[in-house]
Nanobody
Framework: QVQLVESGGGLVQAGGSLRLSCAAS????????MRWYRQAPGKQRELVAL???????NYADSVKGRFTISRDNAKKRVDLQMNSLKPEDTAVYYC???????????????WGQGTQVTVSS
């Protein structure tokens, strides 16, 4: 079994910063791509940023230059540093990772439970 647990959400004023963390645990053999998604009320879930096992990154246009994704492979953790936050960044943020386990070498996607980020104007 694999668990992803996010932390670090909260309420912040526009222009402020937050750092989200996601820790993976369980019978993990390897983690490939790790991602952060977000879902605002009434909107579809959207990809915010991703990072490969080798450290390559990609960002949604709406967060480029403001958000930074990073990972610690030894700790099985991915972080999202969010700066210059805007009210439109308000959403539930979800961690997602492609994981292989000791029981199956096939990579499978797992999700965290989500953490709320609210940016006030």
């Amino acid at each position: 079994q694999v668990q992803l647990v996010e932390s670090g959400g909260g309420l912040v004023q526009a222009g402020g910063s937050l750092r989200l963390s996601c820790a993976a645990s369980g019978s993990i053999s390897s983690i490939n791509v790790m991602r952060w998604y977000r879902q605002a009320p009434g909107k579809q879930r959207e990809l915010v940023a991703l990072i490969t096992s080798g450290g390559s990154t990609n960002y949604a246009d709406s967060v480029k230059g403001r958000f930074t994704i990073s990972r610690d492979n030894a700790k099985k953790r991915v972080d999202l540093q969010m700066n210059s936050l805007k009210p439109e960044d308000t959403a539930v943020y979800y961690c997602n990772a492609d994981v292989s386990t000791y029981y199956s070498s096939t990579y499978r996607g797992y999700w965290g439970q989500g953490t709320q980020v609210t940016v006030s104007s």
